[in-house]
């Protein structure tokens, strides 16, 4: 039994999933069906049995295996999210008279969603300095103007951003080209979302991407899931934490928002539960700490091991380094001061460790809730030290798992499109090359956007995103991206970016085909490191203009770099492109051959299946990780309450609402945490009661940078002292506050004054 808690906003035992409604089930069968008898079904069939890889998240379902399955074959793995994104990518063309008829003023009034419903992209267009209208422009005028834009600035001047939806051949041709040009800004969406996991996992286990692969996975008895909304944003996964209750296994949930879905979850794949028995269980134990706090939970784990002689003292003696360091703050962090800081009771805290220590196997999964932090990096580590100091590392069923976003933005960081590029690769190119790389640090995406706003970038390419969207202080945003001279996004649906966030002299919108249209073979890579092949498709779009990003991308590195070192033409040819990621990219040796093998493969030297870690010494690196300040500043801070106002200081989680994906909204509710429209914040009831504030009143949320007006109160279950709203919108709130060590903002604990009348 959980230990009595005299708070009432967090819970140790789950409330009875009975109560508390559950994620999945009907509305998501319902989903199902009404997408594909819509006049798109047919179309939407074929191409869910494309041989492709979801567009969607990093879970990476389908490719050679059909579009149904995992990596281990197994049917039914394909979520409502991926028939979502599919839905919006078979939209018809964007009218023409949408870009003749609509100012740039009347398009920048449009939503999120009202963008991505005005259709695909079809055709090139630019927009001209001082004009009201993007007009079309022909694709010989428009690789003109890209070399252009790329040849005349200094090197330092020229940036790409990319969003990881495009494949491995189009990232690693991104990458090539600017390093060949001698520039190493490649900043990428991964700044803004698992740079910490890469960075703080580099550090331990000097490798950054998951350890633990689908089998291991499936050899667990207990699973940490830690800042992850995953019944929204990584569907599949929920089958795995199913099947794991159902071997009796051990589920911790750790989340200050009691996301129904993480209680119970009706999975398709589960036919007949999910609809008679309302789901599957899913969290045995659910911690709701403060926002930020999760170093503090996880010493406060680690010191409860400690206390009941549950350290795997061999195995961390045997196999790590620096765990003196570590021990030693354990032991002199009291009891108080963790507690004070996560909000967790001691006996809660002892209580997980103790069901942590009778598992055998534990992975510990996490998501944006750990790294959209200031101390994101150190999070991550708290969480590997745990994993190292309980054994549970580098054996079947164990290990650390950080849950990747876009479908290939971890392929994009193995192709080398990252500012941290690593030494073996650097070498490979250099060698490819025949000259050394600059070695000039390259701009992160917040650097890039700090830069831009000094007026020190002139040219900048977007392979797919919406960095206007995607970054804190919109208005910050759309004034650094105006002073750049040219832009050129390439996308296949238009977004809020491509409206606000325009250049002084070029704005160029590039359509462009995407996975399971582009004419070619391409690769992605999942977040459980698998390689994915995705077959040939083609288009509805029959009289549009598309391009492929790997020609593109050829056609402009030919214009730059002509026929030296490489022939850079011939990269047109995708297999030419794999051979050279073959030959220079670590771990991807299999890749070479792939076109007639079509045999997927894991990127070797990743799972780690014995405690031999990818660090100079072999052993994993630990280090103490120092407890967060969370204090919240006081309403005057914010320029106070006006005579008559009630309110509050709350800590904001800008998080995604169960119909959207990044900043692109399919739908306005969010059903599962009853949240009617997208312009509403979820709050505690208690934190109504102690402010004056009622439920569904009307209020002003005031960020440091800027305000929302209207905003409707929905109470909860929600840690006290903590509030949640969906991005993009709240982006207007937010002064970019980042990790020193990654440089991903702290989307996740922003401050705000809550006040209404
Ligand atoms: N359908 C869909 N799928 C997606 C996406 C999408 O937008 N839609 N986006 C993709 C991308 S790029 C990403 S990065 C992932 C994002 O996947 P998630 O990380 O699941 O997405 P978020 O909505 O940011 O939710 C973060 C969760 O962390 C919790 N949280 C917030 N602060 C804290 C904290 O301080 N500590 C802890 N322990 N928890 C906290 C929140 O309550 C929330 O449940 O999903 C990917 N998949
Ligand atoms: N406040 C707040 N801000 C956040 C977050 C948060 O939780 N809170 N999350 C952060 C995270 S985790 C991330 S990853 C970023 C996401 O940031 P981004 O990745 O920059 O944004 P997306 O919304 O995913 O980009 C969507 C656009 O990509 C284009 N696109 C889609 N498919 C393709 C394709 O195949 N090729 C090309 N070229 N383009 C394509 C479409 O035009 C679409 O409009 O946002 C970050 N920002
Ligand atoms: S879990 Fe992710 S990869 Fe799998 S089908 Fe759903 S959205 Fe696609
Ligand atoms: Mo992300």
Redesign the pocket.
């Known amino acids: 039994m959980a230990p009595a808690d005299p708070a009432p906003t967090h819970a140790l035992e789950p409330p009875a999933p009975e109560d508390a409604g559950g994620g999945g089930g009907w509305p998501l069968i319902d989903g199902w069906a009404r997408a594909t008898l819509s006049p798109t079904g047919p179309r939407l069939w074929q191409t869910l049995t494309h041989k492709s890889a979801c567009?969607s998240c990093a879970w990476g379902t389908g490719g050679q295996n059909g579009g149904f399955r995992d990596e281990l074959g197994e049917p039914l793995q394909r979520c409502l999210k991926s028939v979502e994104a599919i839905g919006a990518?078979l939209q018809a063309a964007v009218p023409r008279e949408v870009f003749a008829g609509r100012t740039i003023a009347e398009l920048q009034q449009l939503t999120s969603a009202e963008?991505?419903r005005l259709g695909r992209?079809d055709r090139p267009l630019i927009r001209r300095a001082g004009s009201e209208h993007y007009e079309p422009i022909g694709w010989e005028e428009v690789h003109a103007l890209t070399a252009a834009a790329f040849r005349s600035p200094p090197p330092e001047r020229v940036a790409s951003?990319s969003?990881?939806?495009?494949s491995n051949e189009a990232a690693y041709l991104l990458q090539l080209l600017l390093r060949a040009l001698g520039t190493n800004n490649l900043a990428d969406?991964?700044d803004?979302?698992?740079a910490p996991s890469t960075i703080g996992l580099s550090r331990v286990f000097g490798s950054g991407t998951s350890m633990v692969n689908l089998e291991s996975l499936q050899h667990a008895d207990g699973v940490v899931l830690v800042g992850s909304n995953a019944p929204a944003n990584h569907p599949r996964l929920m089958n795995e934490l199913i099947r794991l209750r159902e071997r009796g296994g051990t589920v911790i949930v750790i989340n200050p928002v009691l996301e129904a879905g993480l209680l119970k979850f009706g999975s398709p794949a589960f036919p007949v539960r999910s609809m008679l028995g309302g789901g599957s269980e899913i969290a045995s134990l659910f911690l709701q700490p403060i926002p930020g706090s999760d170093t503090a939970v996880f010493l406060g784990l680690q010191k409860a091991l400690l206390e009941r002689g549950a350290v795997a003292w061999e195995f961390l003696k045997a196999h790590s380094e620096g765990w003196q360091e570590l021990i030693a703050q354990i032991e002199s962090t009291g009891w108080e001061a963790i507690t004070a800081c996560c909000g967790l009771s001691r006996e809660e805290l002892e209580h997980t460790a103790a069901r942590l220590a009778a598992c055998r196997a534990v992975v510990f999964a996490w998501a944006?809730g750990i790294t959209?932090h200031a101390n994101g990096t150190t999070n991550v580590q708290a969480i590997a030290n745990t994993a190292v100091l309980s054994g549970n590392v580098a054996r079947p069923g164990a290990g650390t798992m950080p849950i990747r976003?876009?479908s290939n933005?971890q392929g994009f960081g193995s192709m080398g499109v990252t500012v941290h590029l690593r030494e073996p690769m650097r070498l490979a190119l250099e060698q490819l090359l025949g000259r050394p790389l600059s070695r000039v640090p390259g701009y992160d995406t917040r650097a890039l956007i700090e830069a831009a706003e000094r007026g020190t970038v002139d040219t900048l390419l977007c392979?797919?995103?919406?960095?206007f969207?995607?970054?804190?202080h919109s208005a910050q945003a759309r004034r650094a991206l105006g002073r750049i001279d040219t832009i050129a996004?390439?996308?296949?649906?238009?977004?809020t970016?491509?409206f606000h966030g325009l250049a002084a002299r070029h704005t160029l919108l590039l359509p462009?085909?995407?996975?399971f249209e582009t004419p070619h073979r391409t690769t992605v890579e999942s977040g459980n490191n698998w390689v994915r092949l995705n077959e040939p498709g083609s288009t509805h779009l029959r009289s549009g203009q598309l391009i492929s990003?790997v020609a593109f991308l050829a056609e402009l590195a030919h214009r730059l770099h002509g026929d030296t070192p490489i022939d850079w033409r011939r990269l047109q040819d995708p297999v030419y492109v794999r051979e050279l990621i073959a030959c220079t990219v670590p771990g991807y040796k299999a890749m070479a051959g792939i076109d007639t093998s079509r045999r997927e493969f894991e990127v070797s030297g990743r799972v780690f299946h014995e405690p031999r870690f990818a660090t100079p010494s072999g052993r994993a690196r630990l280090a103490a990780t120092p407890l967060p300040d969370l204090t919240l500043p006081e309403p005057e801070h914010f320029g106070g309450l006006a005579p008559g106002e009630r309110g509050l200081v709350l800590s904001l989680i800008?998080?995604?609402s169960y119909g959207q994906?990044?900043?692109?909204v399919y739908k306005q509710g969010d059903q599962y945490r009853g949240m009617p429209h997208r312009h509403t914040l979820l709050i505690n009831p208690a934190d109504l009661v102690a402010s004056g504030l009622a439920a569904h009143q009307r209020v002003t949320v005031q960020g440091e940078v800027g305000a929302l007006e209207g905003v409707e109160l929905i109470p909860g279950s929600i840690r006290s002292g903590a509030a949640l709203m969906f991005?993009?919108e709240?982006?207007v709130l937010?002064r970019a506050v980042s990790d020193p060590h990654s440089g991903t903002?702290a989307?996740?604990r922003?401050p705000v004054l809550v006040r209404g009348r």
């Open positions: 567009l990518e963008c991505d992209l951003y969003s990881g939806r495009s969406c991964s803004l979302c698992h944006m959209h976003g876009h933005v392979l797919g995103g919406n960095l969207g995607a970054n804190p996004y390439l996308a296949t649906k238009p977004n970016g491509h462009v085909y995407n996975r990003e800008t998080a995604r994906h990044n900043t692109v991005y993009p709240a982006n937010m903002p989307f996740k922003v």
